[in-house]
C-alpha cells in the first residue's frame, strides 16, 4: 500500500530535496498535502509532479496568485486550521521544513494528523518542544529529527537508553567565514556569508552557520530532543562535516557517526525505515577519515558560541527571545540593514535588556505567547537600530 506524506515547507532546500526522492519512488508514495509560505510557482510545479491534491500557501498574494491557475482537482487553501478539512485519517509520514519560527504552529498542530513526524524546523524544537512532547504522547505519533546532528545521535542510540549517555559532542564545520578572518567580519558580503563550503542550505541558517548561531540551537536542540543537561553536550569544529555527532556512553563505548555531507541522508532515512530501501552514496572517504581534524571553537572569533553559558536546564523562554531576536536580526542583515558583526552585538545587548530577563524565570506557553513574543523583539530591535 502506498505511503500517505505531506510536507511543510515543500519549496525550500530541505522540502526539495525530500521530493527528489519521493519524486523517483513515486509508485510508493501518495502526496496528500504541500505547503509553502510565497513560491507559488514552484508548489504548483511539485503537486502537479506528485500529482497532490492539497497545498497550504500561506501569504496572502501568492494565495490569489495560485488560485489563478488551472487547479484540476487540486484545493488551495492558506490556514492551518485546515489540516481538519485536508486529513480525514492519519497520514503515515509528516516532513517539517519550514524555516524559522512560523514552523511551530503547523509542526504541533499536524502531529495528531500523521503516525510519524520528521522535524528538521529547529525553531520550533527550541521553542516550542514541550508542545511538540505533548502531541507526540497525546496522539501516539514517533518523531525523527532530521538535523544531520541530531540524527546521527538518534541512529547512534540503537539499543542504548538516553540514560546510558556520557557525553555527546555535536560537530561544527565552523562555517562560510571559517578560514576569514574576524578583521574582515565587519565588511563581509552577504553572498560571502551564505556560501557555505560544505552544505547547500536556506539562507537564513547558512547566516546562522557563518555567525555559528546555528551551533548553539543545535546544542538546545539536543539538549531537549535526548532530554540532557547542557554540561552534557560539545561542540567540535571539524571542517569536512564527515562526523555529525559523537556519542560516549557510560559504559566507556563512544560512537562516531558520519556520512556523507548531504543532507538527502537524514532526510531519507526519516522516510524509510532503513533496512528496506538502499540509498545511492559515496564510498568510504578514507581521506577524510585520516584527517578528522576536530578543534575546539575559537569564542574569540565567534562570540555566538558563549551564549551557551547564559542557558539553564531549566525550561523557560531565554531560549525563545535567542531564536525569535536572531530570527529578525538576520533578516535585517539579509536586507542589508546592518552589518554582520552587528547580529551578534545587538543580539547580546537585547537579551541583556531589563525587560527581557522575566522571561527568564517563565515557563514557555502556547503558541500564541510565544510568537507575541516575535512581535515585542521586533519593535525593540527595530528601535535599537533606528
Ligand atoms: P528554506 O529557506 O530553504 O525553505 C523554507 C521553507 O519554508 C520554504 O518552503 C518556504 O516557503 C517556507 N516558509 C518560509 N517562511 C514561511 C512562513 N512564514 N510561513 C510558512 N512557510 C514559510 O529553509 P531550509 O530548507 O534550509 O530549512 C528548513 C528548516 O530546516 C529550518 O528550520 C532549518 O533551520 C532546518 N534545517 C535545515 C537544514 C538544511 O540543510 N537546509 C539542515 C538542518 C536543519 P517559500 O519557498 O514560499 O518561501
Ligand atoms: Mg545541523
Redesign the pocket.
Known sequence: MKKKIAIL???????KSLINIVKKDKKNFDTILL?????YK??FKQAKILNVKNLII??EK?YLELKKKKLNKIKIFNNYNDFNIIFKKKIDYVMS????I??LEPTVKIIKHTKKIAI????SIICGWHLIKKNLKQYNTSFIP???EHFSIFYSLGINKISNIDKIFLTASGGPLNNIPKSKFKAVEISEVIKHPN?N?????SVDSATMMNKVFEIIEAKKIFNLKYEQLDILVHPSSYVHAITKFNDGMIKIIAHDTD?KIPIFNSLYDSHVKTIKTDQLNIKKLNFLNFKKVDTRKFPSIKMIKKLHNKETLLETIIVLANDELVNLFLLKKIDFTDIFILLQRLINMKEFKIYYYKKPGNIDSIISLKTLIKKKINKMIN
Do not use: R
Open positions: 515547507g515543500s519549496t525550500g532546500s530541505i522540502g505547503t509553502a509560505d510565497k513560491n514552484e508548489l500561506t501569504d501568492s521544513a519550514i524555516s524559522g512560523y514552523g528538521a524546523n529547529k525553531e532530521v538535523d544531520s552544505w542550505m536556506g539562507k537564513k541558517i543532507m
